[in-house]
């Protein structure tokens, strides 16, 4: 039995913490996708950890964790992140597992990263500069190394074939800010550590943690309005962040998925470039900011801010077939006076409720529905029932309009922060 856990918006709802916290519920957690763009924060006992590739239950000593197939992966930044946590985890090569058919990310593949997005000038996507979009590509275009590569004898003849193919392209960007010598050292020796860690043919690992009768939290990345296929094309990530993911990102049959968490911000965030109809681009804007520490746990870039988007927000429940909602930081809306929320777009004249193929194209008007604020305190301790009746009103308003119950509030990055609701 597979649960799906993943984002709803563009990305940074707060997915590391949920999958944290639900992890003693899975005796498997896996990421479908993505790559160290992703940055999921976790904080607990009064320590902050940010992960990148390694799935967020690695902190919970019952639960094993894979980086399924469907995952890219740079070696340099996997052996800098297992640094980063193995005081904390000492016993990670217990329950870490790495699908052999996980791409990496070359040295090369970062520098062609940053030359595409020099070339592109003010048109750029806005790139983490991760290699993230290349490595898919040598994917897709059936080049790319795979991690049960490093298995092979030949291996270093066949990244420098790659490598090779990559310097030209980067040579007819005109691109020389790198130092690859540098580089491929770092590449080499963490090519090295990853050959120390337990790698698995991971298809066969979820079918026999299904076989058993055991539980799997798969995890995505991202979020699912930066869906290559369903996102705000062309300023999408590079793999499929929607549940249906799930399937090819791990080597798994539909029929094994029970249940989807959609996980939200009370309000709109997005990283990078690309159409945001809500985005709030004034002191409303800059006190979400900082109220809510918006900005990227992976690059610490500023990320924008906006009111609740529900047509976006609709459109992707409906793509992933999401059974149960997890709406974060409320707490960021604490002592607003009042609140907008965006309930239909005005596209040339007419009032819709679907969201457009192309929003880059579209000129959208949001159409906004105007909520009173609750008070600076919110307690979670006495239940929902017990909460501020605005606070109570909002998330009504909000599964009113879905039509899916918010199953999971959370008003604070802590664990003990979170009220299930019955």
């Not at 990320?303 to 999401?322: E, F």
Request: net charge negative; charged share 25%; with cysteine.
């Amino acid at each position: 039995m597979i649960d799906v856990i993943l984002g709803l918006q563009w990305g940074d709802e707060g997915k590391g913490k949920i999958a944290d916290y639900l992890t003693p519920k899975y005796d498997l957690v896996a990421r479908f996708q993505g790559g160290p763009n992703a940055g999921h924060s976790l904080e607990f006992e009064g320590k902050k950890f940010v992960l990148n590739t390694i799935p967020s239950g690695i902190f919970r000593q019952t639960t094993k964790n894979l980086i399924g197939n469907g995952v890219v992966i740079d070696p340099i930044r996997l052996m800098e992140e297992i640094d980063r946590i193995k005081e904390e985890c000492p016993a990670f090569r217990e329950r870490l597992l790495v699908s052999k058919k996980a791409h990496l990310i070359l040295p090369t593949h970062r520098i062609l990263d940053a030359a595409s997005e020099a070339e592109k000038g003010d048109a750029k996507i806005g790139s983490t500069l991760r290699g993230i979009g290349p490595t898919y590509r040598d994917k897709i275009g059936r080049s790319g190394l795979r991690v049960g590569d490093i298995l092979e004898s030949d291996f270093r003849a066949r990244y420098e074939a790659v490598r090779d193919a990559h310097l030209k392209q980067i040579q007819f960007f005109g691109f020389t800010d790198f130092d690859l010598g540098a580089d491929e050292i770092k590449f080499f020796q963490a090519i090295e550590f990853i050959q120390s860690l337990t790698l698995v043919n991971s298809e066969y690992t979820i079918d026999e943690y299904i076989r058993g009768g055991q539980k799997i939290l798969a995890e995505g990345a991202q979020g699912s309005l930066l869906d290559v296929e369903f996102g705000t094309y062309p300023y999408v990530t590079s793999s499929n962040t929607l549940s249906g993911g799930v399937c090819s990102g791990l080597g798994t049959a539909p029929k094994h998925i029970r249940k989807v968490y959609g996980i939200f911000k009370a309000y709109c965030t997005r990283v990078g470039s690309g159409p945001f109809p809500t985005e709030l681009d004034d002191e409303t804007g800059e006190y979400l900011r900082i109220k809510g520490h918006e900005f990227g746990a992976t690059t610490g870039r500023k990320r924008r801010t906006g009111w609740l988007d529900l047509v976006a927000l609709k459109y992707t429940c409906m793509l992933n077939g999401v059974d149960e909602l997890i709406m974060m930081k409320g707490d960021v809306l604490n002592g607003m006076a009042e609140l907008k929320v965006a309930t239909a777009y005005r596209i040339k004249g007419e009032i819709t409720q679907e969201f457009p193929s192309n929003l880059c194209s579209t000129e959208v008007e949001p159409l906004y529905e105007t909520l009173p604020g609750w008070g600076e305190n919110v307690n979670l301790n006495d239940g929902f029932e017990a909460m501020d009746q605005t606070f109570k009103d909002y998330v009504a308003f909000i599964e009113n309009y879905l039509g899916t119950k918010i199953a999971v509030i959370s008003m604070g990055p802590g664990r003990d922060e979170t009220l299930v609701r019955s």
